[in-house]
Every structure is written in structure tokens, then in C-alpha cells.
Nanobody
């Protein structure tokens, strides 16, 4: 089992920045691809970004490309999402997830095996 805990969400004005963290524990492995997803009220969960186990490869949704950066520190077992130039439409609950064995890149939520509880990000206009 892998346990994931997100932190760093909050309320920010449009144009501002936030950095989300996701701490992993349990049977973690540095070869796990990791991803960030988000879900706004009344909408389906959507892919935000993914990073390979080594941290070398990254993949982004078009809606966040150029504004968000995914990274990881395997020694600390922490996944990050740096979010800049935030927009009101970025408001959602953000989830981190671990993908044990899918191909790269993977943006389909059902392919991810472990999930955190989510952290709320609210961007005011």
C-alpha cells in the first residue's frame, strides 16, 4: 500500500502562486510515475500533470502548460506542483496519485492506483 497526503492548498488571488506538496509513505518506489489531478464542483476529475519515476520526464495538460511545474524529490518522497499565474478556473480540489505500472505518459485517472485525499485550491478574481 502507498499512502499519499497533499498539502499547500488555500485561497489566492488571480495571478498569484501556490505550491502543492504530496508526501508519500508505505510501499513507495522511486520508479512510480506520479500525477496531479483536479476536480471542480460539478465537473469530472481532470488530468493536470504527470512526472516519471526518475523525474526526468514531465507531461502537462494544455490548460496549465507554461504556468504549472511538476517536480519530485525521491529522497524525501515528496511530489510538488508549483502553480503560477493562477486563474479563477483553476479553482478545484487537487489530488496527487501514484501510477504503478502504466505506460508513459498517462493522463487517465482510472490508470492510477493510489490517491491522496485532496487539497482545496481557490482562486479569487
Amino acid at each position: 500500500q502507498v499512502q499519499l497526503v497533499e498539502s499547500g492548498g488555500g485561497l489566492v488571488q488571480a495571478g498569484g502562486s501556490l505550491r502543492l506538496s504530496c508526501s508519500a509513505s508505505g510501499r513507495t518506489g522511486s520508479n512510480y510515475n506520479m500525477g496531479w489531478f483536479r476536480q471542480a464542483p460539478g465537473k469530472e476529475r481532470e488530468f493536470v500533470a504527470a512526472i516519471s519515476g526518475s523525474g526526468i520526464r514531465t507531461y502537462y495538460a494544455d490548460s496549465v502548460k507554461g504556468r504549472f511545474t511538476i517536480s519530485r524529490d525521491n529522497a524525501k518522497k515528496v511530489l510538488y506542483l508549483q502553480m503560477n499565474s493562477l486563474k479563477p478556473e483553476d479553482t478545484a480540489v487537487y489530488y496527487c496519485a501514484a501510477d504503478i505500472g502504466s505506460s508513459w505518459p498517462e493522463s487517465r485517472s482510472y490508470k492510477y492506483d493510489y490517491w491522496g485525499q485532496g487539497t482545496q485550491v481557490t482562486v479569487s478574481s
